[in-house]
């Protein structure tokens, strides 16, 4: 009986671990991504983030544009992350990913959970 038992969870156990590393590398492959891309002084442009293309969404008032998910270091050591709505950009769309460029406006909200209907934030120009 302790060896059936064993046996099922053991089988339990492996098939649900091959199921969620099968499904985490079937993500990276199929999911298209958007690489954002900003502009920078010193080397012209620099990548932000990449994320899926699904991510891709339009505001209010129907410019296009993309949230996306930037991480930095905290001054107390840790890794935040930093959210950011980029509207009315220039898109760059190739067969399996977008590359986001020239953003003139994009909203900032410090925290990990995505903005809500009616939120306050800061907007930067």
């Not at 060896?3 to 053991?10: E, M, R, T």
């Not at 079937?26 to 080397?43: F, W």
Request: charged share 25%.
């Amino acid at each position: 009986m302790k060896k059936k038992i064993l046996k099922l969870s053991l089988g339990i156990f492996f098939t649900f671990g091959f199921c969620t590393v099968t499904s985490i590398r079937a993500e990276e492959v199929l999911v298209p991504q958007v690489s954002v891309v900003r502009a920078n002084y010193q080397d012209g442009m620099f990548s932000v983030a990449n994320l899926p293309a699904s991510c891709l969404r339009t505001d209010e008032q129907w410019g296009k544009g993309v949230w996306v998910a930037q991480e930095y270091e905290s001054i107390w050591g840790g890794t935040e992350y930093r959210t950011m709505f980029l509207s009315d950009c220039i898109l760059e769309e190739h067969k399996d990913y977008i590359v986001v460029k020239d953003c003139p406006t994009f909203v900032i909200q410090d925290s990990l959970k995505p903005l809500q209907e009616g939120e306050k934030v800061k907007v930067i120009e």
